[in-house]
């Protein structure tokens, strides 16, 4: 695994531009905090929000409160956008790059193919820095770039290599050696709300107790993806036979029985290795 240590960091100082990945999640706000005020964290020429048009409104109005935060520290928030992932999902005839789960004629299930990170995160966001750089569609970026992740130390695995040769991924909280946890103490030194978690509101990898959660606090979140969840319905190669659904136990949002405590329910955000959903 590549990936620049604080060490590294020091030592190699040369990159052309350097911007700061946000999802207006717990980390990726406490690594703009500290970018912000801790010298040891590298200061973003920006902080750039892939927006997939299917944020929680409360990550929107969290987002508006970081622009307030960072721009006095020079640091400038922008929005990358390609759509509305939903409203393009179920404008496709078959394949919807969302990893839903499905239930075939035997009673086995499965999980389509994900894209919609790569397509509505990676993407826009590569093309928003070439923006940025002045750089025309299809020429080649000659401009030595780096990226700020907002990956803890609970989430190692989730590190990776950008895909693209002129970007150098970073992960800062990593280097310092900083956990969620530590994360929520970073926004309250500095007297910003709690964070909640970034991803879209019928992401299939949401756990029961952030299902339960939406649907006693945040009802109308809830209810937008409960309508998606209906939508999607028959959007598998096998259509109806091989329905599809946005909860674990393929059965409708509406109808799903959550079990916020269950200590075996698998983190699904873990194996989004891109580290750009749910920080």
């Known amino acids: ?27 990726s706000s406490a690594l703009l905090v500290l970018a912000c005020t801790d ?14 048009g299917d944020e929680p409104q409360y990550v929107m109005d969290y987002l508006q409160v ?6 006095p520290f020079g640091i400038n928030i922008v929005i990358a956008q390609k759509g509305v992932l939903s409203e393009d999902a179920l404008g496709r005839d078959k394949f919807v790059p969302i990893p839903l789960f499905t239930l075939h004629k035997d009673g086995s299930k499965g999980v389509l193919r994900r894209q919609c990170t790569r397509e509505y995160k990676i993407t826009p966001i590569n093309k928003k820095v070439r923006e940025i750089l002045g750089y025309k569609p299809r020429y080649r970026v000659k401009h030595k770039v780096r990226a700020m992740l907002g990956i803890s130390t609970d989430e190692m695995q989730r590190m990776k290599e950008s895909w693209m040769k002129w970007t150098t991924n970073t992960y800062p909280l990593i280097d310092l050696g900083i956990s969620r946890k530590d994360c929520y103490q970073i926004m309250e030194q500095v007297g910003l709300p709690k964070p909640k978690k970034s991803a879209c509101v019928y992401c299939p990898y949401h756990d029961d107790q952030y299902w339960q959660w939406m649907k006693d606090e945040e009802p109308a979140e809830f209810a937008k993806a409960v309508d998606f969840d209906e939508a999607i319905r028959d959007k598998t190669m096998k259509g109806s036979e091989s329905p599809a ?20 329910q698998i983190d699904f955000f873990n194996n989004e290795c891109e580290g750009m959903c749910g920080v």
Not at 1 to 27: N, P, R
């Open 1 to 27: 695994m590549t990936g620049l240590t604080l060490d590294t960091m020091k030592l190699d100082e040369h990159f052309d531009f350097t911007y700061l990945s946000l999802g207006a999640g717990v980390q």
């Open 245 to 264: 659904f946005v909860h674990r136990s393929c059965v409708p949002l509406a109808d799903a029985v959550f079990s916020p405590n269950d200590p075996n």
């Open 39 to 52: 010298d040891r964290v590298p200061k973003p020429d920006v902080a750039i929000f892939s927006d997939t």
């Open 66 to 71: 970081l622009k307030d935060y960072a721009e």
